[in-house]
């Protein structure tokens, strides 16, 4: 069945470092993948998606890249901020529009 | 545009009691969903509407119905409330199609104890 593999589950980094977030898929037929952020006690809110026809695509500080032939994707912070601290999500969307997410991992970036 | 709002915000049951989450959205989405998601676990989809008139099961959806009661409003019913059902509780919405219409906006979400 459809299933997206985060990794890791928390990630702690100094402030002005990297930060990089890795999420496998199953389902061949994928095509949309899109990343949310959630803040303590707030709904996720989409931050930057990528789709597969698309190898690599970039929002100021934050990018995204995509292996369809691995089925793998990952999401690349950069200059980390404290505001960036809270918890990202990878999400494979189905042809229906169901959002299978990963895990989570929580980002911890220090001052 | 409000967006994706829900009712209510946090809820208290005992086990056994049954309500009804409410969820509308004022972006003339066609399709709706529901995720519950428990510490650790991530989001799991419960139920979602593709269109209006239509509902499917998702990942987890013993104990719950849902209702697309019109194109604006997606409801979630819990019959008879268990422990294991004590979650934060989010409604989504997609307008559908390609490209832009592929994006979820999810609503603030309702907590749920049930003692």
């Known amino acids: 069945g459809e299933n997206v593999e985060q990794h890791p589950s928390t990630l702690s980094v100094q402030e002005g470092d990297s930060a990089v977030i890795k999420c496998t898929y199953s389902?061949?037929?994928?095509?949309?993948f899109p990343w949310y952020k959630q803040e303590l006690g707030k709904r996720p809110q989409l931050i930057i998606d990528?789709?597969?026809?698309?190898g690599e695509k970039k929002d100021q500080r934050i990018a995204v890249t995509l292996n369809k032939t691995a089925k793998h994707f990952s999401l690349h912070i950069t200059e980390t901020q404290p505001e960036d601290s809270a918890v990202y999500f990878c999400?494979?969307?189905?042809?229906?529009?169901?959002?299978?997410f990963g895990q989570g991992t929580t980002l911890q970036v220090k001052p | 545009n409000a967006g994706v709002t829900q009712t209510p915000k946090f809820q208290v049951l005992k086990t056994g009691q049954s309500m009804t989450l409410q969820c509308a959205q004022d972006m003339n989405h066609n399709s709706m969903y529901w995720y519950r998601q428990d510490p650790g676990m991530g989001l799991r989809l419960i139920y979602y509407s593709a269109s209006e008139g239509t509902t499917d099961k998702g990942e987890v959806p013993n104990g719950y119905n849902v209702s697309r009661l019109n194109k604006r409003e997606f409801s979630l019913r819990l019959e008879s409330a268990a422990p294991s059902q004590t979650s934060v509780y989010f409604c989504?919405?997609?307008?559908?199609?390609?490209?832009?219409?592929?994006?979820?906006?999810f609503g603030p979400g309702t907590r749920l104890l049930v003692l």
């Open positions: 999400a494979d969307v189905s042809n229906t529009g169901k959002l299978i």
């Open positions: 989504a919405s997609r307008l559908g199609g390609a490209g832009v219409g592929e994006t979820q906006y």
């Open positions: 990528i789709r597969s026809n698309v």
């Open positions: 389902d061949s037929a994928s095509n949309y």
